[in-house]
């Protein structure tokens, strides 16, 4: 460090790598980025990792599940695929970016299967966006620090 205090980075800047196709902040929520322990029931409070290595992992036994939220567009073409991928393997990584871009915490969901896909409820009466979740279970997640 140079004496300076770093500026804490805003959760809302990341990016989703589906497959192939990097989806830049098009999902509005993630939800299960998480590393455990194996004998742990909840949530290391934090993960020693070293620059550029892999940290820990969550357990493989249960297996973890990632929640990812996102509106649902006219003609949506990521839609149209995923829907056709439920219960396959989609290899997924996610990215923490800072101000200029530049990745600093990248997330790897190992052995990741598309295990379904949920419509939010449609409400006349309600005035939020439509939008759908992606669940993916994965044997584990290895996190690094870049």
């Not at 299960?32 to 070293?50: E, M, N, T």
């Not at 939010?120 to 279970?137: C, G, I, K, P, R």
Request: glycine share 8%; with cysteine; net charge negative.
């Amino acid at each position: 460090m140079n004496g300076i205090d770093p500026w804490p980075l805003p959760r809302f800047k990341y990016e989703v790598t589906l497959g192939h196709q990097q989806i830049a902040t098009s999902f509005h929520k993630i939800q299960g980025l998480q590393v455990v322990s194996a004998g742990a029931q909840q949530p290391l409070r934090s993960v020693i990792v070293s620059a550029g290595e892999t940290g820990g992992k969550s357990p493989a036994s249960d297996g973890t599940t990632v929640l990812m939220s996102r509106a649902i567009f006219q003609q949506d073409q990521l839609l149209e695929e995923l829907l056709t991928q439920v219960g396959s393997e989609v290899p997924v990584r996610v990215q923490l970016l800072d101000d200029k871009g530049d990745p600093v915490i990248t997330w790897v969901l190992v052995d990741c299967v598309l295990a379904g896909i949920y419509f939010a409820d449609l409400d006349a009466s309600a005035n939020e966006v439509a939008e759908y979740t992606l669940e993916f279970s994965c044997s584990s997640i290895d996190v690094s620090v870049e």
